[in-house]
């Protein structure tokens, strides 16, 4: 993470002179997919930087040590070799952004980044994931416990039931959902979101990052959500800093698309290792 | 029944959609076409091979590729039964000159500028993108007038120009582009415009990724142009988009609807009220809102005023294709003298009677404006003879300003009468009609007098009193309709009176023809200034002392004396909305 939001008063009237027009968010969805498309090398490229983007991520409960390094054994080397060499990017140290896990996983996961040689943030998700249903106490001590073993970015799920009364909180990134919802990152959403950060920095400067999490699986899917953020923001926000994209299976897509550009055949699952 | 044979004149920015909406109804309805096409595009001539190809009926669809200057031979060849014209306001208002006379109908579709207006209480940032879909990409038909509020100028003007900062521009299908070119006349077109309101006063934002060759023009904003400047009057051209601001609601109606242009128009509002009110305030044959552009060949679009008075898609575009069975053939009546200058300049001068035998006629009409006798501006009166030559009695002779004042009349009363409930227009309908059954015997004798039977007098008068009601009967029918169609959201077809009616009665049947006309018109919810039966024009005087005591004033305005001239003062006048002109062929 770059610069914290410095964050400013709570002024309401910004949030009641909010207006949105569903219908022409939803025009502008379809067209953002409808309209942008790479080819080529071009996608190659992308597909790369959407590599650099993504959150790989594991938050299942049979988690344990063992499937954790190799995770972060593939966040260190998210595209095969030969592939990364065939496109001469070998040696620009492409790795995903960061790795999330549950707290309790958080130490494998330094270990295992370490004796990778790896410096990737970890991040946690943490305060009573994924429904936040908590105490408070017990949530402040998740977070404290989550940065002791080594976590450096924490994914707070927020109070909802403060957000339908009213009550609103500040942060550094907004995250469309936990992704263990029924309708996790949509285009709609996300450009009304993208619109609210655009509007926060006009007005006070501050950068917001944003994430999308959840339902992003397929390499076309992430190409997508690049343009979008692309057009609304501007390549600003097309860093690891400000944009992360939260998600498991994409990772193997990405590669298998790359695979094709580079041999120009598709590979079968067992061509390219499991994360 | 189907027309004909269509002619299709199309401009030279148009495109293939375009083509098709017009080609394809009328094909539907049975009609075959001929399509005249700028030379610089090949895809019409594909598309009348594939036709061509289609086995059974090889000449349906003809397309001939060649400059503008064919519009008009191909107007007037004799096979042709319609024409319908798209394109730039001077050669629709030539083809209409050169198509007088002829029995060719012309459907018109003028002028490809439409307005955006911005209220304060919108999403700016989907009206941003809205106005990058409408102006700056290849959507849009031509160039946009935007209305914003003022008190979200600055917003607006901030987001707009740093999306236009993302666009680009080029050549390619491909996605990464935004935009193409029309042309190398379109872009000398918005260059000089740019250039003139740069001169002007206004500032011009220009921005995007474009290449710097000649038919590439970046996308451009202009604001601050001074409203009274001849560029802010004429239409915008493609990209270009003229922004200015507005205070209030009303404002923004009366800006809006202060052009001559009536094409399409879209309300960006989040409030319900708010969008409705300003939907329907606005004079536009098109209204979208909280969207623009927004097409489906079920909803019919067109425009008003200067923008034609042709309709595409949905039922109405499809009985453009078609005419009532059961209309006489029309003779094309051209006159070879005719000389629009002189006609119906002067006013014959018409001699006084001679002596008076008999007892002395009453005194002689007035002009009946503004629901009440006036005296004609010129202060003389013409004689109508009867049917045995005697004189029958006097009627005003109208001129130029009393046209002038009778159609300010008209016009001051069409707010009020429009704006009355179909069933209060039918209860006056009606009760014109029962005054006139009670003038029966008066109206009766009077046709007696021009030498009309008795029994056939009183059938007139009945059949007048009837086709009264029955009109008055229909206004309750005619309305609004609503409309589903593939497009996100409901779609309301306004039927909406025109305005001020003029109409000019014939001869004959002086009293039935007058009431046929009138009624329609008033049905509908127009007010008329009305040119009765030159030859016995005291029926429709008889008639105006009924209207005096029921009608509101103004809504109906009679105006005696020479018909030709009185023809002129009306088609030159520039505040009526229609004319229908019954009379000699000239």
Known sequence: ?275 | MRTGVIGLILPPTFSFLEMMWRICPALAMGCTVVALVPPTSPTPLLLAQLAGELGSFPGILNVISGPASLGPILASQPAIQKVAFCGALEEGRVLRRSLAGKCVELGLALGMESLLLLTDTADVDSAVEGVVDAAWSDRGPGGLRLLIQESVWDEFMRRLQERMGRLRSGQGLDGAVDMGTRGAAACDLAQRFVHEAQSQGAQVFQAGDVPPKSPFYPPTLVSNLPPASPCAQAEVPWPVVVASPFRTAKEALAVANGTPRGGSASVWSERLGQALELGYGLQMGTVWINAHNLRDPSVPTGGCKESGCSWHGGPDGLYEYLRPSRTPIQVSCLSKNMNYDTFGLAVPSTLPAGPEIGPSPAPPYGLFVGGRFQAPGARSSRPIQDSSGNLHGYVAEGGAKDIRGAVEAAHQAAPGWAGQSPGARAGLLWALAAALERRKSTLASRLERQGVELKAAEAEVELSARRLRAWGARAQAQGHTLQVSGLRGPVLRLREPLGVLAVVCPDEWPLLAFVSLLAPALACGNTVVMVPSAACPLLALEVCQDMATLFPAGLANVVTGDRDHLTRCLALHQDVQALWYFGSAQ
């Open chain 1, 1 to 275: 993470m770059s610069a914290h939001n410095r964050g400013t008063d709570l002024d309401l009237s910004w949030i009641s002179k909010i207006q949105v027009n569903h219908p022409a968010v939803l025009r502008r969805a379809e067209q953002i997919q409808a309209r942008r498309t790479v080819k080529k090398e071009w996608q190659a490229a992308w597909l790369l930087k959407a590599v650099t983007f993504i959150d790989l991520t594991t938050l299942s409960g049979d988690d344990t040590s063992s499937n954790i390094q190799r995770l972060c054994y593939k966040a260190k080397y998210p595209i095969r070799e030969d592939l990364l060499k065939a496109l001469n990017m070998h040696d620009k140290g492409i790795t995903t952004a960061a790795v999330c896990v549950y707290p309790a996983r958080v130490c494998d996961a330094v270990r295992a980044l370490k004796a990778a040689g790896c410096n990737i943030p970890v991040a946690s998700v943490a305060t009573g994931f994924p429904a936040g249903q908590t105490h408070l106490k017990t949530r402040l001590e998740e977070i404290r416990l989550a940065v002791e073993d080594g976590a450096t970015e924490i994914d707070v799920v927020i109070n909802r039931s403060l957000v339908l009364t009213g009550q609103w909180e500040g942060s550094d990134f907004i995250k469309t959902s936990t992704g263990k919802e029924t309708v996790n990152a949509t285009f709609p959403v996300a450009i009304v979101m993208l619109r609210a950060i655009r509007d926060f920095f006009w007005k006070t400067g501050n950068k917001i990052g944003f994430k999308p999490a959840g339902g992003i699986r397929s390499a076309k899917d992430s190409l997508a959500w690049l343009s979008l953020v692309k057009e609304e923001l501007g390549d600003e926000w097309l860093k690891p800093e400000l944009f992360r994209i939260g998600a498991s299976t994409l990772l193997s897509d990405i590669e298998r698309q790359i695979y094709h550009h580079v041999t120009g055949r598709y590979a079968a699952y067992h061509d390219l290792p499991m994360s």
